[in-house]
């Protein structure tokens, strides 16, 4: 499944839900945003139907989400399902890994493959307070239960933040000297609830991996997945580190995604405001035909590439993306 541009597009993030039990600095002000009514939500049914229509045009790999995915009940059912299939080769999750612990063996033996935990310090006071709400203990549990159950690679997403978590890149990289975590680290991106706050705490990737540097140099290095980060090593690591660097760095030009928002909107890009309604079409009574022509039509208005950099408001803020 080709765009207009010619990229190939076979990632699919699914958002299960637009509610979290965080409120992250960068994502969340301190009361939340108003969550969608069940009925606005996808049914579980509703999203599998859609995933089978997107495998059928070339989707090969779908990615779970939210706001926080584990915060919607049943989700190994839902994970059992999309396993199930034909043609989807990679199932994965996004998680701030608080609810993961007694959720990880469960998950794997539904079919999860790996998972993506976000985790931005290794400070229990500051965790609570970038978090306003989580405990590192509950993040460093379900990070320790992924490892434990097999799920792989682990990944670990951490926002690097001027101010906020700069003092520590050194030492989260340093984990992948020790554990087999693969450590990205991502510039913040202004589609939280206040783009002000992100402009004054942004860190550009250059700076980040400079300070990787000061802790040994690095070669090389593959992970599994379908993101945008290269991937290096400490000489000897079991884990690897990678940049992610939306905002200085971007990478649209090889963007192979879509997304699915809980809501039922296919979107052809993070950043912009155009969607296309599916819940709709699902819930009309649409068939397969026209569920692969609004596929097709999130294809026709994906855009050659992001405005993030010019730090505009959007209509929709990042968990109610799903990232």
């Known amino acids: 499944m080709r765009d207009?541009?010619?990229?190939?597009?076979?990632?699919?993030?699914?958002?299960?839900?637009?509610?979290?039990?965080?409120?992250?600095?960068?994502?969340?002000?301190?009361?939340?945003?108003r969550?969608?009514?069940?009925?606005?939500?996808?049914?579980?049914e509703e999203i599998v139907r859609l995933v089978e229509v997107g495998?059928?045009?070339?989707?090969?790999?779908?990615?779970?989400?939210?706001?926080?995915?584990l915060a919607r009940l049943g989700l190994t059912k839902l994970v059992a399902q999309l396993a199930a299939i034909p043609g989807l080769e990679?199932?994965?999750?996004?998680?701030?890994?608080?609810?993961?612990?007694?959720?990880?063996?469960?998950?794997?033996?539904?079919g999860l493959k790996r998972v993506n935990v976000s985790l931005d310090t290794l400070r229990p006071e500051r965790f609570r307070a970038i978090t306003r709400r989580g405990t590192l203990a509950d993040a460093w549990a379900g990070i320790e239960a992924a490892l434990a159950v097999g799920l792989d690679p682990v990944k670990i997403n951490t926002v690097a933040l001027a101010g906020v978590n700069d003092d520590e890149?050194?030492?989260?990289?340093?984990?992948?000297?020790?554990?087999?975590?693969?450590?990205?680290?991502?510039?913040?991106?202004?589609?939280?609830?206040?783009?002000?706050?992100?402009?004054?705490h942004a860190l550009?990737?250059?700076?980040?991996?400079?300070?990787?540097?000061?802790?040994?140099?690095?070669?090389?290095?593959?992970v599994?997945?379908?993101?945008?980060?290269?991937?290096?090593?400490?000489?000897?690591?079991?884990?690897?580190?990678?940049?992610?660097?939306?905002?200085?760095?971007?990478f649209c030009a090889?963007?192979?995604?879509?997304?699915?928002?809980?809501?039922?909107?296919?979107?052809?890009?993070?950043?912009?405001?155009?969607?296309?309604?599916?819940?709709?079409l699902l819930r009309g009574g649409a068939g397969t035909g026209e569920l692969k022509g609004a596929f097709r039509r999130a294809l026709e208005l994906k855009p050659t590439h992001h405005d993030l950099a010019s730090y505009t408001e959007h209509t929709r803020v990042m968990c109610q993306i799903g990232g």
């Open 204 to 222: 550009p990737m250059a700076a980040v991996r400079s300070a990787v540097e000061k802790a040994g140099l690095l070669e090389p290095a593959d």
């Open 4 to 33: 207009r541009l010619g990229r190939e597009i076979d990632y699919l993030r699914v958002s299960v839900t637009d509610r979290c039990n965080l409120r992250c600095l960068y994502c969340l002000p301190p009361q939340g945003v």
């Open 35 to 44: 969550p969608k009514a069940h009925d606005e939500i996808l049914h579980y």
């Open 55 to 69: 495998v059928s045009l070339g989707i090969r790999r779908v990615r779970l989400t939210g706001g926080e995915p």
């Open 254 to 280: 090889r963007c192979n995604r879509l997304r699915l928002t809980a809501d039922g909107r296919l979107k052809p890009c993070l950043a912009s405001d155009v969607e296309v309604d599916v819940r709709g």
């Open 224 to 250: 599994a997945g379908a993101g945008p980060a290269a991937a290096w090593r400490f000489p000897g690591a079991p884990g690897t580190v990678g940049f992610i660097a939306a905002l200085s760095e971007a």
């Open 169 to 200: 890149i050194g030492e989260l990289a340093a984990l992948t000297r020790r554990l087999p975590l693969h450590v990205r680290f991502i510039e913040v991106m202004p589609l939280g609830a206040d783009l002000d706050w992100a402009a004054a």
């Open 90 to 110: 990679d199932l994965s999750l996004t998680t701030n890994g608080t609810l993961l612990a007694p959720l990880a063996a469960p998950l794997k033996q539904a």
